[in-house]
């Protein structure tokens, strides 16, 4: 199989050979208007080629800094899930070992600034942050930051960091985690480099304020140019998007595009000599001036087509990179046959996008999962329960939640230790998850609170199955090592059949499940939404009002 590079090396040969056959017509003449037309059209074209891929690559760009900025939010939710404190963090990142393949170190300063964890290096010197504007933004925010470029204090090298602030049970930031990228580190600069789909030029990336995060020249990173200095870097500050061919660059006249990153203060830029883009028409201009008659028109004419036929394939890429950038398709767009340039480079772009696409999908999946039981966490639930109630809102049908928690899991935790009661939550997720359908939902939202939605119940009667099918399947002792323990649960079970939102329900579960405790654990109560009863149950013995419960549950 040809390479990129080969195709793209026989693209230009088609085009030298448009040249040549240009130059033959042209003895006998080739119009001037006609040329100045194509040039003018060339250049607009090539200038929307290189923004077309300057968006592709800052689309690539700003998904590498997310996917980065979701790697520590997950770690800090696990943080929080496993109620962590300052002096754990260390032993966290060190958990995790693919940490090391995104950032070329993390650390942790507490809310003070100091630092309290390495991941590369345990005895790195102490320092203080708290005076750098990313880590005051993430304390600020209590969200992920990345920073603007600058030198670090550690390794000495110009770095940019991903701040991701840790917080505890009650919402107090106690660290916060920065992530480095080494912009001289070569995986960083091969990865922006093999953005770039043409041999000519350069690309290279700005902040906001001008300084410089990539270039060529290694000497200019973190250096802020003049544009009298390098008229090329500072073009780009101009806007948005856009692109200048009256730049020297170099004291060499050339085309500087550029396309601003939508997540992070940054500019994605590439600097174009223009000898190199017109270098065909130059050898046509020549022999089009020394050059006249009958044929001068069509010589014009057919040089312009000729050159519209073969840009074709670049143009049509074009257009499918705007349209996934519009939403109007996917990337199975890029997956085509051709056997042309247009073909070898969407496949290219088809096969860097799946993969970015999997691992996307492999960090949504860690995002919405519990890291200790395997069940949804809260911020799966929360999306999903809302959606939940619109669809029977749709359907007409009935939706119940069962709010549930395990009794008395303090005693457990501190009679047979944390590690004990860990294998507990994992035993009780397991068991909750066989005792209810496959079309239902399970989540652990916190400690030892369990949630499940279930979907198309037909109403109470059938509720109060799913309570007793989860008091049978925790029936059987739990086996932690060499201990059997005997575990119980109270759940609290809300069913309507009515327009409600999650709150209304989640607090209708709630009155049921403290009707459970207040009749002694170990059962379940069924609060039918918008009714005045509570079917609290313990064995069916028993109907009270609602009122009774909540003063009950108040006692």
Known sequence: MLSAASHFTSFRFKVSALVASMVLIAAIGVCGISLLIAESQIQRMI??????????????????????????????????????????VQALLESHPGLRDEFVNIVAFDARGDLVSSLKNRRDKVINVSTRPYFQEALRTRDSVISAPFRSVLSGRPVVSVAQPLSDARGNVFAVLVGGLDLLRPAFAAQVEALRTREQGYLFIIANDGT???????????????ADEMPAVAAPLAGPEGWRADILDGKEPSLVAWKRLRHADWTVAVSYPLRDAFAPMASVWFNALGAAGLFTAMAG?????????????????????????????????????????FGVLSRAL??????????ADDLHRLATTDVLTGTHNRRMFDQFLPAALARARRSGESVAVAFLDIDRFKSINDGHG??????????????????????????????????????????????????????????????????????????????????????????????????????????????????????????????????????????
């Open 212 to 226: 410089v995060i990539h270039h060529p020249r290694k000497e200019l990173i973190l250096t802020q140019p003049s």
């Open 47 to 88: 200038a929307r080629q290189e923004i077309s891929a300057l968006s592709g690559a800052a689309a690539y760009l700003d998904n590498d800094l997310r996917t980065k900025q979701n790697v520590l939010r997950s770690i800090a939710e696990e943080a929080l899930s496993r109620n962590l404190g300052a002096r754990d």
């Open 301 to 341: 004419i057919f040089g312009w087509g000729l050159v519209k036929v073969l840009m074709e394939p670049l143009e049509a890429l074009q257009g499918v990179v705007e349209s996934i950038d519009a939403g109007a398709t996917d990337i199975s767009a890029f997956n085509v046959d051709h056997a042309d340039e």
């Open 350 to 359: 088809y096969r860097l996008s799946h993969s970015r696409k999997q691992a």
């Open 418 to 555: 944390h590690a004990a009661g860990d294998a507990v939550l994992v035993e009780f997720a397991r068991r909750l998850q066989g005792a209810v359908r496959c079309t239902d939902t399970v989540a652990r939202l916190a400690g030892d609170e369990f949630v499940v939605v279930y979907e198309q119940v037909r109403g109470a009667g059938e509720a109060h199955q799913l309570g007793g099918r989860i008091l049978a399947a925790m029936e059987a002792p739990f086996q932690v090592g060499d201990t059997a323990l005997h575990v119980t649960a109270s759940v609290g079970i809300a069913i309507t059949s009515m327009p409600t939102n999650a709150d209304a329900i989640m607090q209708s579960a709630d009155y049921a499940l403290y009707g459970v405790k207040a009749s002694g654990r170990n059962g379940y109560a069924v609060n039918v939404f918008g009714a005045e009863k509570l079917a609290s149950v313990r064995g069916h013995e028993e109907f009270v009002s609602r009122g009774v419960v909540q003063e009950r549950a108040k006692a």
